[in-house]
C-alpha cells in the first residue's frame, strides 16, 4: 500500500541542540509537505517542496527533497522550546491525489 | 468562516451508540479529508472526496463507520454502535482544487469519547 516512512518517531533535545527528521517513500512523490502540530492542536502547514533537490528555509528550519523525489528532511537549527510539537511529512505518490501522511517525528526540548 | 469548522468539539457517548460528526470545509475547497488520531499518535487516514468523483474509503476501520458529503460541501462521518476503541480525535482536512500539490488545512477537531 501507499507508505510514507518518517523516522525517528521520537527525539528529545536540549534546548539549542539541533534537530533532524526524515521522510522516505518507496515511490517517486509530486511533491511533498510538511506540517507541524502543536501539543493539543491540529497540524498546520509549514511548506511545500515540488522540485527535485529544493532547498528552502523558514528561519532555523531548512526543508529538503531530494534529487530522486524520494525522501525528504527537515532540519532544526538551534532548537527553542517553542518548535515543541509532531512533524508530519506528506506526499503525493505516483500522480495520486490523495495526500499520504507519514506518522511524524514527536519533538521534545528540555530547557 | 475563515476555516475548517468541525462539530462538535467534544462528544461524549455510551458505548453502542451511534454518533455523527460534522465538518465544514473552507469555501470553495473541493478536496476533503477525513483522520482519526488516537492520543500521542499519528494521523490515520480515513476518508478522501474529491469533488464529484468516488470517495476514496479505503481508509475506514469498519462497516461501522461511513461517510458523506453532500452537496460537494459540508461533510459528515457516522460511526455506529459505537466502541471504547473508537475514542480518539477526529480531524477534518480541505483544500482547494485538486489534492495534488495543495496544502491541507484543518479543523480543530472532534474529541470523542466512548464510556
Known amino acids: 500500500g501507499q507508505q510514507v516512512m518518517q523516522i525517528p518517531q521520537y527525539q528529545h533535545v536540549q534546548e539549542g541542540e539541533d534537530f533532524t527528521t526524515y521522510c522516505n517513500s518507496s515511490?517517486?512523490?509530486?511533491?511533498i509537505q510538511w506540517y507541524k502540530q502543536r501539543p493539543g492542536g491540529h497540524p498546520v502547514f509549514l511548506i511545500q517542496?515540488?522540485?527535485?533537490?529544493e532547498v528552502k528555509k523558514q528561519k532555523r528550519l531548512t526543508f529538503q527533497f531530494g534529487e530522486a523525489k524520494k525522501n525528504s528532511s527537515l532540519h532544526i537549527t538551534a532548537t527553542q522550546t517553542t518548535d515543541v510539537g509532531t512533524y508530519f511529512c506528506?506526499?503525493?505518490?505516483?500522480?495520486?491525489?490523495?495526500?499520504?501522511f507519514g506518522k511524524g517525528t514527536k519533538l521534545t526540548v528540555n530547557p | 468562516g475563515a476555516g475548517v469548522s468541525q462539530s462538535p468539539s467534544n462528544k461524549v457517548t455510551e458505548k453502542g451508540k451511534d454518533v455523527e460528526l460534522r465538518c465544514d470545509p473552507i469555501?470553495?475547497?473541493?478536496?476533503l479529508y477525513w483522520y482519526r488520531q488516537s492520543l500521542g499518535q499519528g494521523l490515520e487516514f480515513l476518508i478522501y472526496?474529491?469533488?464529484?468523483?468516488?470517495?476514496?474509503k479505503s481508509g475506514l476501520p469498519s462497516d461501522r463507520f461511513s461517510a458523506e458529503r453532500t452537496g460537494g460541501s459540508v461533510s459528515t462521518l457516522t460511526i455506529q454502535r459505537t466502541q471504547q476503541e473508537d475514542s480518539a480525535v477526529y480531524l477534518c482536512?480541505?483544500?482547494?482544487?485538486?489534492?495534488?500539490?495543495?496544502?491541507?488545512?484543518f479543523g480543530d477537531g472532534t474529541r470523542l469519547s466512548i464510556l
Open positions: 517542496l515540488v522540485k527535485s533537490g
Open positions: 469555501s470553495g475547497h473541493t478536496a
Open positions: 472526496f474529491q469533488g464529484n468523483s468516488a470517495p476514496d
Open positions: 482536512a480541505s483544500s482547494q482544487h485538486r489534492g495534488d500539490n495543495q496544502p491541507q488545512h
Open positions: 515511490t517517486t512523490l509530486s511533491n
Open positions: 506528506a506526499g503525493n505518490q505516483g500522480g495520486s491525489e490523495k495526500l499520504v
